[in-house]
């Protein structure tokens, strides 16, 4: 399949056509699975096509079946970033994904990085929740590669008795922006400043990402500020029409590779 393109369909269909072992990187944000109905996201935004209200057992399920298919053309050393967060209805979603992952799956959870948002999400009608201000990137690898997976990581010395190789530091905490901007079509657009960082860490030169969610184009707009090849799917046609303008803006500026 083609580089730099995003299909306008379910992800489970882009899977099933992807070459085999043809990604380097799995970069996406799901559906936090809100279970919102009149009046919420599943009015507006992305949900135009997608509502927002499976039952814990079917979201569960339809993220396994994501990564197992995932496992097929995720290339050798390959790395999975995913971004959950949880609803105020299930707070325990989230790791009860990453458990059945673990268990259903050849991945395996290699790190989590904390994203700090600058700024936070308040609750001020509701007296015992707090602001959220940090939300959760989980990273995946194949259990046979937890030691061997791809990062960026470059040698900073290495030990002239033993050999021994040491890397530069690199911390599980990245501050970035919430968004890039209030959107009418999706109420939880994405960060391309965060996208970048997390790229930096795991994504090699010339590297091709996949987001099974693209919503409104913001992991292909990273991959183009720093010259990696993207390919995302997203069902809702508005969202896709709106990520190609996006997109199309980011070819006639110029941009520093981040490289």
């Excluded at 325990?92 to 999400?121: H, M, R, S």
């Excluded at 007296?127 to 590669?145: Q, V, W």
């Excluded at 937890?146 to 690199?170: C, L, M």
């Excluded at 030169?205 to 997203?234: R, W």
Aim: with cysteine.
């Amino acid at each position: 399949m083609k580089n730099n393109i995003i299909y306008n369909e379910d992800c489970l269909i882009t899977l099933d056509k992807l070459d085999e072992k043809s990604i380097d990187v799995v970069l996406t944000s799901p559906p936090y699975n809100m279970t919102k109905r009149k009046g919420g996201y599943a009015d507006t935004g992305r949900y135009d096509v997608y509502q927002d209200w499976k039952t814990e057992e079917e979201y569960i399920d339809w993220m396994v079946l994501i990564f197992n298919k995932i496992d097929n053309v995720l290339k050798d050393n390959g790395v999975i970033i995913f971004n959950i967060s949880y609803s105020i209805e299930n707070p325990i979603l989230p790791y009860k994904v990453i458990c059945e992952i673990d268990k259903q799956t050849n991945f395996a959870l290699v790190d989590t990085i904390i994203w700090k948002k600058k700024n936070g999400i308040p609750f001020p009608a509701n007296k015992r929740r707090l602001s959220r201000l940090f939300e959760n990137i989980f990273i995946f690898a194949r259990k046979s590669e937890v030691n061997s997976f791809n990062t960026n990581r470059q040698v900073k010395s290495i030990s002239e008795k033993t050999g021994q190789k040491y890397y530069e530091i690199k911390y599980n905490h990245i501050e970035a922006a919430n968004n890039d901007g209030k959107c009418s079509l999706n109420q939880a657009t994405y960060s391309s400043e965060l996208c970048r960082q997390l790229l930096d860490i795991y994504a090699l030169p010339n590297s091709t990402v996949y987001d099974p969610f693209m919503g409104t184009g913001t992991t292909a707009v990273a991959c183009k500020q720093m010259n990696l090849n993207y390919i995302g799917s997203e069902i809702s046609l508005k969202q896709c029409e709106y990520a190609k303008e996006r997109i199309e803006k980011i070819q006639h500026m110029k941009y520093n590779s981040y490289r």
